[in-house]
């Protein structure tokens, strides 16, 4: 993925449109006048209230975004073709784009598939660059996890309030029980920048941009494990991901930039397993049989791996380099984006 280099800045950042048009203004203008206009003397509340939007608002004909198009100057389908027609994408494949299209299948329009239920925007998650992934996670119908700003939050639907779970702007330190454990305790950590999460089997964990990894037992006070777990100089650990393997014991896998995949056990932390590949790895997804691993990165190739060895089983290629792969969990069917 994208380095993050001294002055802060990522490589990749020419594909990152600056929307501070008219347009722009105009929306911004339009929030802000919905705020003020109104006569609670409870500001929280009244963030709250215009900030959510229900289903029988949307139904009613309000926006599901909360934008006032009636008191602006275009309508949303002239600011959305507009959009579309100054938006650079991020492009990297090999083939025409004609070629692409000749490849897609027709598919049937009109499905309905979800209905909007409801809409917060007093809850803001924090991504600082737009190949970073899984910085929010719904664990439950209840519970969602999210990054903002150095802090894990919790959110619930149900109460509507938020909760910080971890927070690494500062020393990141295990709880005084792990400490006492030679093989959870190594070192403490800075301030950690994540670039990643992962909350599975009540334990999250997060890693950072420079090789960092911290884990918590949600049921637990203070932090279970941190360290770095690589210290290579381009060691942005890409992606982690939580699982049951072939004999029910639950493992941890990170992918990192130094082009190692790691195993770990979660019940100490220890390194079970390293899987070394001839680029950055930026994601990979064990098999829903936990006999195998897809492994994608800075290559137009992926690899399809024994997730016990790493020996590898096949190479399945790709238009262009692979940010994510998940498996169908009902076949052995892979996606790719």
């Known amino acids: ?22 347009a722009e203004d105009q929306l911004q203008a339009a929030r802000e006048s919905n705020l003020l206009d109104s006569d609670s003397d409870d500001d929280s509340d009244v963030m709250s209230k215009l900030s959510d939007t229900t289903a029988a608002q949307a139904r009613r004909g309000k926006d599901i975004q909360g934008i006032p198009w009636d008191g602006l100057l275009f309508t949303r389908e002239q600011y959305r073709e507009t959009r579309l027609q100054q938006y650079k994408n991020y492009l990297n494949l090999q083939l025409p784009h004609d070629d692409l299209e000749k490849e897609c299948k027709v598919v049937e329009k009109g499905g309905k598939f979800f209905d909007f239920r409801h809409n917060t925007r007093s809850v803001k998650s924090t991504i600082v660059h737009f190949q970073l992934r899984n910085l929010v996670w ?18 619930s639907p149900i109460t509507r309030k938020g909760t910080e779970v971890l927070n690494v702007a500062g020393p990141v330190d295990p709880a005084l029980e792990a400490q006492r454990n030679p093989w959870l305790y190594q070192h403490g950590l ?12 009540n334990l999250l964990v997060a890693g950072g941009f420079q090789g960092e990894m911290v884990c918590k037992n949600l049921d637990r ?8 777990i690589t210290h290579d100089e381009n060691a942005i650990t890409n992606a982690i991901d ?52 897809i492994v994608v990165g800075d290559n137009a190739e992926g690899i399809l791996a024994d997730s016990q060895s790493g020996k590898n089983l096949n190479r399945r290629p790709n238009s262009r380099c692979t940010c994510i792969r998940a498996w169908c969990r009902i076949c052995t069917w892979l996606r790719m984006a």
Not at 1 to 22: H, K, P, S, T, W
Not at 142 to 153: A, G, N
Not at 190 to 199: D, L, N, P, Y
């Open 242 to 293: 939580i699982y049951d393997d072939c004999s029910g014991a639950v493992r941890l896998m990170s992918s990192n930039n130094d082009s190692v995949v790691r195993v770990f056990d979660c019940n100490n932390f220890s390194v079970l397993s390293r899987f070394y590949f001839p680029w950055a790895v930026n994601h990979t997804s064990v098999s829903p049989d936990s006999k195998s691993v």
């Open 190 to 201: 800075g301030r950690v920048q994540i670039s990643t999460m992962c909350v599975k089997r």
């Open 138 to 155: 719904a664990t439950s119908k209840h519970d969602v996890y999210l990054m903002h700003s150095y802090s894990v939050m919790h959110w």
């Open 221 to 228: 006070p203070g932090v279970t494990y941190c360290a770095k």
């Open 1 to 22: 993925m994208a380095q993050l280099q001294d002055d802060g800045q990522y490589v990749g950042d020419e594909y990152m449109v600056d929307f501070e048009d008219d």
